[in-house]
C-alpha cells in the first residue's frame, strides 16, 4: 500500500527557477527518502533525511522534515532542463513496524523544465 | 559503484507462457532485494523482499505462485511470471541494498524491465 501523498502531481517552471513538492505520510517513520525518475528508467537515490534531523541540503537539493505534521518537501534550486524527470519520497519504516527497510513510494511529482 | 543491472530490459511474450527477470548487484553484495511493480504515470509498489537463501516475503495481495522469486546468491534475485497474462504487463524493477555498509538505508534500483504480454 502507499504511504506517501505528493503534490503537486505535476509541476512545469523554466530553467533557473525553483521547484517545490511536498509529501505527506500516514505513520512514524525511521527515515524518508528522496528519488528520481527518468521516464522509462529505474530510480536515482536523491536524498535521505532522518526522522531526527529536519533539514538537509545536498549541493541544489534541500529536504525538510516535519514528523509532527508528518509531512516533508523537496526543493530544486535554479533548475535545469536536465531536472525534467519524477520525483517520489519514500519512507522507510525500518524498526518500527518492518525489519527489512521496505520503501513505500508516494504518487510522484512530474517536473517538466523547459529551457 | 552501487551499481543494479536488470536483464532483459525489455521482453514481449505469449500469454500463458512464463517469463525470467534477472536483478543483479554488480560491484556489492546484496542479502536483501526488492522487486517493484510500476503502471505507466504511476507510483512503485512493492511486490516482495527477496533474502538470501530463504524464502520471499510477498506484499498482500502479490500471488505467490504467480511471481516466483529466487536469491539465489548474494547478488542474484530472479523474478519469474508464470502463465503471463495481458494484465501482467508492467514495468519491473528491482532494488538492493548493500550488506557491507550496516546503517546503509537507501536503495539501489535497477534500471527497469518493461514486461508486454500480448
Known amino acids: 500500500s502507499q504511504q506517501g501523498e505528493e503534490d503537486p502531481q505535476a509541476l512545469s517552471i523554466q530553467e533557473g527557477e525553483n521547484a517545490t513538492m511536498n509529501c505527506s505520510y500516514k505513520?512514524?517513520?525511521?527515515?524518508l527518502q528522496w528519488y528520481r525518475q527518468n521516464s522509462g528508467r529505474g530510480l536515482v537515490h536523491l536524498i535521505l533525511?532522518?526522522?531526527?534531523?529536519r533539514e538537509k541540503h545536498s549541493g541544489r537539493l534541500r529536504v525538510t522534515l516535519d514528523t509532527s505534521k508528518k509531512s516533508s518537501s523537496l526543493l530544486i534550486t535554479a533548475s535545469r532542463a536536465a531536472d525534467t524527470a519524477s520525483y517520489f519520497c519514500?519512507?522507510?519504516?525500518?524498526?518500527?513496524?518492518?525489519?527489512?527497510?521496505?520503501?513505500?513510494f508516494g504518487a510522484g511529482t512530474q517536473v517538466v523544465v523547459t529551457p | 559503484g552501487a551499481v543494479v543491472s536488470q536483464h532483459p530490459s525489455w521482453v514481449i511474450c505469449k500469454s500463458g507462457t512464463s517469463v525470467k527477470i534477472e536483478c543483479r548487484s554488480l560491484?556489492?553484495?546484496?542479502?536483501?532485494m526488492f522487486w517493484y511493480r510500476q503502471f505507466p504515470k504511476q507510483s512503485l509498489m512493492l511486490m516482495a523482499t527477496?533474502?538470501?537463501?530463504?524464502?520471499?516475503?510477498?506484499e498482500q495481495g502479490v500471488e505467490k505462485d504467480k511471481f516466483l522469486i529466487n536469491h539465489a546468491s548474494l547478488t542474484l534475485s530472479t523474478l519469474t511470471v508464470t502463465s503471463a497474462h495481458p494484465e501482467d504487463s508492467s514495468f519491473y524493477i528491482c532494488?538492493?541494498?548493500?550488506?557491507?555498509?550496516?546503517?546503509?538505508?537507501?536503495?539501489?534500483f535497477g534500471p527497469g524491465t518493461r514486461l508486454t504480454v500480448t
Open positions: 532494488s538492493a541494498r548493500e550488506d557491507r555498509r550496516v546503517q546503509a538505508y537507501e536503495q539501489y
Open positions: 505513520t512514524s517513520i525511521n527515515n
Open positions: 533525511i532522518r526522522s531526527n534531523e
Open positions: 519514500a519512507t522507510d519504516l525500518r524498526y518500527i513496524t518492518d525489519s527489512w527497510g521496505k520503501l513505500q
Open positions: 560491484d556489492f553484495q546484496a542479502t536483501t
Open positions: 527477496s533474502n538470501e537463501g530463504s524464502k520471499a516475503t510477498y
